[in-house]
Each structure stands twice: as C-alpha cells, then as structure tokens.
C-alpha cells in the first residue's frame, strides 16, 4: 500500500481568485495554464499508519496544508474502504510558496499517489476531479502541457482538460526568481470583494475563448500576451480589495519593463506573474538567452524551463 508519482507545477496564463464553491474548491470561473518542467514534485504515499503524517523538504507541512492533503486522503479512503493514516513525504526541486504552482504539483501528486496506494484504478477526469479538492490548480497539473479548468457547469464537472498546443517545443520559461512570500488563500478571500471583481468576471468567457484559440493555433503573441494583460489585471484587483494587498515588489516591474523593452528591439517575450513577486518570462529558444541575460543583469537569479507533461507513476520511493 505505497506509491510514489511525480508532477510539475503550473504557470497561469488565465487565473483566477474566489470561489463558486468554497467546500469542492471549484474556482470562480474557468482558468488556463501551463505545466513547468524540469521543476516538479515528487510524492510518495503509504496507508497502513495509525495517523497522517505529511512532511514537505524534510518539515512538518503547515495546518492549512495539511487540512487539504487529509481532504484528498479521506476521499481515496472512502472509496477504497481504507481506515488507517497514511505517510506522506514529498519533495520539490523548487521554492514553495513564490508564485511558482506548487500547490499544482504538491496536490496532484499526492492524489496520483494516493490513489495507486490505495490499489485503485482512476479515469484522468476523476483524478483531476480529486487533485481540485487539495487545489484547483492540480487538476490542471493532473493534464500536464496546457490546460483548461472548467468551472461553468456543476462542481461535479469541474475537471481540467488538455488544449493541444502549436509551440509547445519551442517555448521557453525564464523564471525571475524573487522569493517574496505569498499567501494565496488569502488573496482568494479577499480579493472578491475588489469593486472591479464583478468586471473581471464578466470579461472572463471572452478571454477563454481568445486564449484557448490562440494555443491551439500556435499563436505564441497573442497567447502570452493574454498572459501579460491578465497578469496586470489580476494585480489590479487583489490589491483593490479590502486589504489593499500588493504583493509585487519593485524587482518585479523590473522584469515587466525588461520585457516591455525586448518586445520593442523585436524579441517575442512576455512578462507573467500569479499571486506572489517572482515572475515568468514566456519566449523562445532562439531568444531564451537573450532574455536570461537581460534579467541576470538586474542581479536578479534565473532558470530557464520548458512545458511539462502530466502526473505520472514514479517506481523509486522516497521512504
């Protein structure tokens, strides 16, 4: 009763903050995303213990987390009949808590992992369905390379599917890293209450059908440029609400206007940031670096990855 699965976070290109329903974690409306490789997390998960126990890089994970994580266990217990707790050991090859999707990789390996402990077998449907109650965000880690939340239909429905992809050899992720602690939860309780939540909201259905058609016809500017205007929007209405919250940092525009300034000597990059100061740099190999230098001359640290594929069985344990 151990399995081990390995998953990459995600880069939101649509995002998204509230909840349609808080309980199913199903988010306000639909969000699409990017899965980023070689970064990942790998999982493993083993019933038979008399209590849960969950550890993330070699520390106790937090109670918020761990809330979560006994959401998705309870619900592979129910279903498999399993009483006892469970091991859980992870390990990232990346920062947590930045603004770099490891909720994405943290929730869906764990139910990959889970649900292979538990000896049962799952349509990719039902475990995106499973990695949403940890996090929304995994079950579109669950579909790997692009990815698109449905939220619009009954939160049953609520599964991630894959958006076939024109450029996805050709795309390369610059990461800025500024590792300036996010809190996302709390950007999802409070940024509804923004004045400018309810027109987010109602742009929403035209920004998913411009990015879905965008991605699968390989248009890489309008694609990322998408990016970059909903990155800026998203900004615009968490810190609007209540708590007046900006969580960029003045490296962060840095970053912006280093990519503004590419794109007018010719460069396809584009600047995208979720709910925390580190930001992505979307362009191409034959400009990756380009870009890479440009932002390690602001003495700001940079890795470089790629689209990364979906949650999958890994055959070495971490205990």
Not at 3 to 8: L, S
Not at 49 to 65: K, M, N, Y
Not at 99 to 121: F, N
Not at 172 to 185: G, N, W
């Amino acid at each position: 009763m151990k399995a081990t699965a390995v998953a990459h976070p995600i880069q939101g290109l649509l995002k998204y903050h509230g909840f349609r329903d808080r309980e199913r974690n199903v988010p306000a409306h639909d969000s699409i995303s990017v899965c980023t490789a070689p970064s990942r997390t790998t999982t493993t998960v083993a019933f038979g213990h008399e209590i849960d126990q969950v550890t993330v890089d070699d520390e106790p994970i937090d109670e918020e987390g761990a809330d979560r994580a006994r959401e998705v266990l309870d619900l592979v217990r129910e279903r498999a009949g399993i009483e006892s707790g469970a091991r859980v050991v992870s390990e990232n090859t990346f920062e947590s808590n930045v603004g770099l999707g490891a909720s994405a990789s943290a929730y869906a390996a764990l139910a990959k992992a889970a649900v292979d402990a538990a000896g049962l077998d799952l349509s990719r449907d039902e475990l995106s369905r499973l990695a949403r109650r940890g996090a929304a965000s995994a079950a579109r880690s669950v579909v790997g390379g692009f990815a698109h939340l449905h939220t619009a239909t009954a939160p049953a429905a609520a599964v991630a599917s894959p958006i076939p992809s024109g450029f996805d050899q050709d795309l390369r992720i610059v990461i800025a890293s500024l590792p300036e602690r996010k809190y996302t939860s709390r950007a999802h309780t409070t940024t509804p209450e923004s004045p400018y939540f309810e027109g987010r909201l109602a742009g929403v259905p035209e920004t998913t059908a411009d990015l879905r058609t965008a991605i699968r016809s390989g248009d890489f500017h309008t694609t990322f440029g998408i990016a970059e205007r909903e990155s800026i929007e998203l900004l615009g209405v968490t810190m609007t609400g209540p708590d007046g919250w900006l969580y960029w940092r003045p490296e962060t525009l840095t970053v912006l206007d280093i990519a503004r300034s590419l794109r007018n000597e010719g460069v396809p990059v584009y600047f995208s940031a979720d709910t925390g100061a580190t930001a992505y740099l979307n362009t191409t190999a034959e400009h990756v670096e380009t870009v890479r230098k440009a932002i390690e001359a602001k003495s700001i640290p940079t890795r470089t990855w790629r689209v990364g594929g979906g949650v999958r069985a890994a055959t070495t344990h971490l205990f």
